[in-house]
């Protein structure tokens, strides 16, 4: 018998799939890991898990206890799933950009969601950051996870995301890709295939331009979950070799090209990451092997990413579509 014995035991051990269309040119291969097969669809299940863990081990998380985060996100549904399995409350601040149906995932799972103002200063009382500081400090036995601080994030990768790559390649892989937003993915993968691969293992960043990993000031950008204006915690610069900055609109027309052509619905970091890649795998020797992680799914993006009316209006007009009934008509 092949039997889970809660959903929690299912974060994790995602697959490897290799690309077949989009690597046109490239001689190296290319794999991506899919971590929207997480049960909450997406990576942060991983770090949700290892947060909560070390929560409890050091008491700071005692049973009934609450977490309280500003999360919009997919960090909110891998701590919403996590904490609903262990008994504990959850609370996140978003702020009212927020779309309806990512609230309404957050709720599904159990949580409870405030809902501040977006147009308001980070100090401003009423920000999210503020309302979710003074929650954390009103509410008794409130716990707050701080993702862009806490070294658990990259624990995590370190623990399951490095040594799963190294093993399903067999340790052939030469180069691993992956955005960073929170850089908890890249600091703690990154840092386990060096150590293990006695640095042979090329370690390569992919940042939206504009975003202060790749040179910038935290300009706007439309990718959702990767780039910063501020350094986090969780992040630590010697680990990546190299970080790769990429356009919104090269992202956003490689993500709907893996859905097009590779059957593979992603989100748009992930289509950010994949760019990064190729550029990097273009001169590379057909022994080379690249891992890219795929960091969430594309249902959360069909009403931007995968609707044409949205990129039109962004002016990304060039997005691949696929046939007409009339093209298959003639
Ligand atoms: N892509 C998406 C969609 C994300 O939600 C995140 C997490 N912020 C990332 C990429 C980047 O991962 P990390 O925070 O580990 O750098």
Same mark, same amino acid.
């Given at each position: 018998?092949?039997?889970?014995?809660?959903?929690?035991?299912?974060?994790?051990?995602?697959?490897?799939?290799?690309?077949?269309?989009?690597?046109?040119?490239?001689?190296?291969?290319?794999?991506?890991?899919?971590?929207?097969?997480?049960?909450?669809? %997406?990576?942060? @299940? &991983?770090? +949700?898990?290892? !947060?909560?863990? #070390?929560?409890?081990?050091?008491?700071?998380?005692? $049973?009934? /206890?609450?977490?309280?985060?500003?999360?919009?996100?997919?960090?909110?549904?891998?701590?919403?799933?996590?904490?609903?399995?262990?008994?504990?409350?959850?609370?996140?601040?978003?702020?009212?950009?927020?779309?309806?149906?990512?609230?309404?995932?957050?709720?599904?799972?159990?949580?409870?969601?405030?809902?501040?103002?977006?147009?308001?200063?980070?100090?401003?009382?009423?920000?999210?950051? %503020?309302?979710? @500081? &003074?929650? +954390?400090?009103? !509410?008794?036995? #409130?716990?707050?996870?701080?993702?862009?601080?806490? $070294?658990? /994030?990259?624990?995590?990768?370190?623990?399951?995301?490095?040594?799963?790559?190294?093993?399903?390649?067999?340790?052939?892989?030469?180069?691993?890709?992956?955005?960073?937003?929170?850089?908890?993915?890249?600091?703690?993968?990154?840092?386990?295939?060096?150590?293990?691969?006695?640095?042979?293992?090329?370690?390569?960043?992919?940042?939206?331009?504009?975003?202060?990993?790749?040179?910038?000031?935290?300009?706007?950008?439309?990718?959702?979950?990767?780039?910063?204006?501020?350094?986090?915690?969780?992040?630590?610069?010697?680990?990546?070799?190299?970080?790769?900055?990429?356009?919104?609109?090269?992202?956003?027309?490689?993500?709907?090209?893996?859905?097009?052509?590779?059957?593979?619905?992603?989100?748009?970091?992930?289509?950010?990451?994949?760019?990064?890649?190729?550029?990097?795998?273009?001169?590379?020797?057909?022994?080379?092997?690249?891992?890219?992680?795929?960091?969430?799914?594309?249902?959360?993006?069909?009403?931007?990413?995968?609707?044409?009316?949205?990129?039109?209006?962004?002016?990304?007009?060039?997005?691949?579509?696929?046939?007409?009934?009339?093209?298959?008509?003639?």
């Amino acid at each position: 018998m092949k039997i889970a014995d809660t959903i929690l035991d299912l974060i994790g051990n995602t697959p490897l799939v290799k690309l077949h269309k989009v690597t046109e040119g490239v001689s190296a291969t290319v794999l991506v890991k899919l971590e929207y097969l997480n049960p909450g669809g %997406s990576a942060k @299940d &991983r770090i +949700a898990t290892r !947060i909560i863990d #070390a929560a409890e081990r050091d008491g700071r998380l005692k $049973p009934g /206890g609450t977490i309280v985060e500003p999360t919009s996100g997919n960090t909110g549904v891998g701590l919403a799933l996590v904490a609903q399995q262990r008994g504990y409350k959850c609370v996140f601040v978003l702020p009212d950009k927020v779309g309806e149906d990512k609230r309404n995932v957050l709720t599904a799972y159990g949580a409870e969601i405030v809902v501040t103002p977006t147009s308001v200063a980070p100090d401003d009382p009423e920000s999210y950051y %503020s309302v979710s @500081d &003074r929650l +954390a400090r009103e !509410i008794p036995g #409130a716990f707050k996870p701080n993702q862009y601080s806490n $070294p658990n /994030g990259p624990l995590s990768h370190y623990e399951s995301t490095g040594p799963e790559i190294w093993r399903d390649t067999d340790a052939t892989v030469t180069h691993f890709v992956a955005g960073v937003g929170t850089g908890g993915t890249i600091t703690g993968t990154g840092r386990y295939l060096r150590e293990v691969s006695n640095d042979a293992v090329r370690i390569i960043g992919a940042d939206p331009e504009g975003s202060v990993y790749s040179g910038g000031t935290g300009r706007p950008y439309l990718v959702e979950g990767v780039g910063e204006d501020f350094w986090p915690g969780a992040y630590d610069p010697a680990v990546p070799h190299e970080i790769i900055a990429v356009s919104d609109a090269d992202s956003f027309a490689m993500t709907r090209r893996l859905a097009l052509e590779e059957g593979i619905l992603v989100g748009g970091s992930s289509g950010m990451a994949v760019v990064a890649a190729l550029r990097a795998a273009k001169d590379l020797p057909a022994d080379a092997v690249v891992v890219v992680l795929l960091p969430d799914g594309g249902r959360g993006y069909l009403g931007k990413i995968f609707n044409d009316g949205w990129m039109r209006s962004y002016g990304f007009s060039n997005a691949p579509a696929g046939h007409t009934v009339a093209d298959l008509l003639h």
